[in-house]
């Protein structure tokens, strides 16, 4: 039976890279959103494009919208692309940033032009080597080009004029994946990550860690093989020898031990808070709710701290939750990096 759910959950890689019933109504209440600084307020942002320099040298641009006049550095926010590590680019996140968090298919804005203006921070969207850029890329090279960035713009925060020891992590699903990579090992960055917002997240970039730990304790088993029978079998080895140059389980588990993808073990008290939100019905396995609830699950047992703010959805497919007092991603920002 093992291995014929660890077959099943291979198979379903084919959904992650082509892209992703309880009452969960009751939640601790939100911190309430945090006025600004007046000397925070400035709206002097320009706008740079450059490069960071990555392993392969594939995709490695980059945008900055930064306040050079700012008489204090300013925190300040990355935000990485989603897209199941295959498409997309930087430009996703142009401003006004948006997310689906409506049912999967109706956009909302997350940050805007005016949120950062108005609360001082720079914002910097990047690319990064997707699985589809060269034949020997896994996700390995995907993740370690965000942290590559990430090392780049603090070593040269001083021309940017932002502080290199207040940065916010955001991304949406592959994107989520990345920030919540980097956030998570505190050890390695330098405790210069103070809040990650993660949207559309996976609780695990190992796929046959899901069943057990992600849709099992939620009894929703049912969700990873209805998905494989929609999606079927079709290029599931070409997919697994793209994400992790390998289609043998032993071997994927081994990879996914040594590059740190099973997401829930990283977690400790020490790492940054979490600001959570989805938008996907239950059937959706690669972007479900069950994926922040098991994150939100393991942070309170590690003495972490992690907020959902929203799930939003439609029954049949499961039941709406909904923080009576959400908290904005910008309050988020501003509350963290104070």
Sequence with gaps: MKNKIECLLLSFLLLIILSCTKNYSKQEETPKPTESKANLRVSNAVIYEGNYKNNDSLDNTFFIRYY???????????????????????TDYNLPATAQLINSNQSVNVLTAADLDNNGFAYASINYTLLADGKNVTVKQCLQDGKTFFDYIRTHADEYNIDKNKIILLGDSGGAEISLWIGLQSEKNGGAVKGIVALNPQASMNILKWNDEVFAPYNASDVLLNQYIEWGQTKVDKRLLRMYGTKDNAQINAYSLENKLHLLDLIDSSDPELYMACGAPRKDAVHAPYHILALKQKSQNRGHSAKINFIDGNPPYYSTYWNPSPETVIHFCVRKCQ
Excluded: E, V, Y
Aim: no cysteine; net charge positive.
């Design 68 to 90: 050079p006049d700012a008489q204090t550095k300013r925190p300040l926010i990355i935000a990485i692309h989603g897209g199941g590590f295959t498409q997309r680019d930087k």
